[in-house]
């Protein structure tokens, strides 16, 4: 993972919030109008950016899977690929998360875009006749999201854009409406070979197959699992540095913390629910027996949570299913003089620019769990003593509840007598999680100088669970916690995690109680007015 910067025809300081998405390597190149920055966080392999061949200059955040053994990372991979079949059939072929900025030095050529699900984040601010892309927004001018439509060409005065197939009214709106200066047009259509959508209603579920049909279901996402899992070589080294970090971090008064490193290589962001539970598992299949895997779950205002409860409950399940490996639940609490300084300080510069209460909410609740120090479960008594996961890679479930089902304005669109618009929020949810959830997410977890992944939005497993039946993935005439994401539900208790089978959903702002905390009435969508941008 990489912090990534661009400024063309302008001059614009990078963030310094970009140091801490990339601690192991930083580096810059200026190329006539362009100046190109990376800030590296060494995931998989070690390497340096900006990257040179052939007078093509790239930067690079995400991770590619299935490079050959011969690259020693994935961005030297990516620029061979560009420089022998170009950008647009590279752009149209990359499975994995991306946020990609190349410059073409013979062409005077500037490209940029987001992978499919738009899972990193790129920003983009205009000054004078010209723009800066970066990973996170700096304090200076106004900063818009680079919608994951479509990969963006500038050359001189003009702007073409080769939109994702489904996308493309997205992308001539964002073109027509951000780059008013240039002259526009629309390229071919890239096809990024994810399957649509199955809109076939079937009057009941098929039982003759749905044994075989969970089974194919648990490979696609057990291999998911396996690739993200494959790709991170070793754990965080543990030093003064980080020791440092956290003390200026730790935003309570509190003196005299002793630190222990966890020893973790990976860690599952996690609630005790359906999803995450469930890649717990699976990255116990993944990884060597003798590592730790970290568990970190988040709870606001020192209070036993309803995300505390069923943390502790599945980890049960966990060790009694998989009893081999040392699970490291860390509970990470917050007091709200914390939090209130830490979203000050760190946080709303980092959700920005998304400025509702809802994003308030979750990404102070994400940046807590993703910072990964707490006390782990039987030191509990020692609150000075805090264990600090050193997993480079956190999993994350985002994904499952868009794929498969399982928000409640599902249910309602059930409830209102219509399966077709159950599959039109579905396919809603899916085309717009970029949008509302992944780059912000990003911007968040980086700050701890972590990569986060998501399995259940691999274009793999996304195009196989697409073409299966809704009846495979909702019955809502069963109660809650039966009825929604129904396939996943069946995996979960064939693995024997019988706590988080039957779970409700519960939103990480009710789970963790960050919504309680400062006892305000705000609805999600509200304008948050705790945000004060720095």
Known sequence: MCGIHCTYRCTRNPSKRLLNRGPDHQGSVTCGPVTLSSYVLHVQGTGKQPLQKSGN???????????????????????????????VDVAASCRGPAAVILYQEDQNTLWFWRDYFGRRSLLISFSGDGFVLSSVAGSEGEWKEVPACGLFRVTKESLECYPYSDRATIAETFCRESFKDFDFRMGRDLNMGVC????????TLDLDNWNETIEQFHDHLLKSVQKRNDCCSSPLQFNEE?????????????????????????????????????LAYLLDISAPKDEPIDLLNVSFGNTLTP??????????????????????????????????????????????PHSTVLDDSIGCALWFAARGAGTSTPSRENHHHVLYSTARLLFSGIGADELLGGY????????????????????????????????RDNRVV??????????????????FVNQLPIQNKVDFTKERGVGEKLILRKLAASYGLNSCSILPKRAIQFGSRIAKLEGKKEKGGDKCTRFIRT
């Not at 003390?247 to 629910?273: K, N, Q, W, Y």
């Not at 299913?321 to 980092?350: F, M």
């Not at 949810?429 to 509302?436: G, K, P, Q």
């Open 242 to 278: 980080i020791e440092n970090r956290y003390a200026e971090r730790h935003c309570d008064s509190d003196t005299g913390i002793v630190m222990e490193p966890s020893g973790a290589r990976v860690a599952v962001l996690f609630s005790g629910g359906l999803d995450c539970t469930v």
């Open 57 to 87: 200059h790239l930067v690079f955040n995400g991770q590619l899977f299935g490079i050959p053994n011969s690259y020693t990372n994935d961005t030297s991979y990516l620029l061979d690929q560009i420089c022998e079949k170009g950008p």
């Open 307 to 352: 995300d505390r409860i069923s943390a502790r409950g599945s980890l049960e399940d966990l060790q009694r299913v998989c009893p081999d490996r040392q699970w490291n639940l860390i509970e990470i609490d917050v007091s709200k003089n914390e939090l209130q300084k830490a979203r000050e300080k760190h946080i709303t510069g980092l959700v920005y």
């Open 408 to 439: 409640s304005r599902h249910r309602s669109a059930w409830e209102r007598g219509s399966w077709e618009g159950v599959l039109s929020e579905i396919s809603l949810d899916i085309n717009r999680i970029s949008e509302r959830n992944l780059g």
């Open 446 to 463: 980086g700050d701890h100088g972590r990569d986060s992944v998501a399995p259940f939005l691999d274009e793999d497993f996304v195009s």
């Open 196 to 203: 649509g959508l199955n809109l076939t209603v079937s009057p």
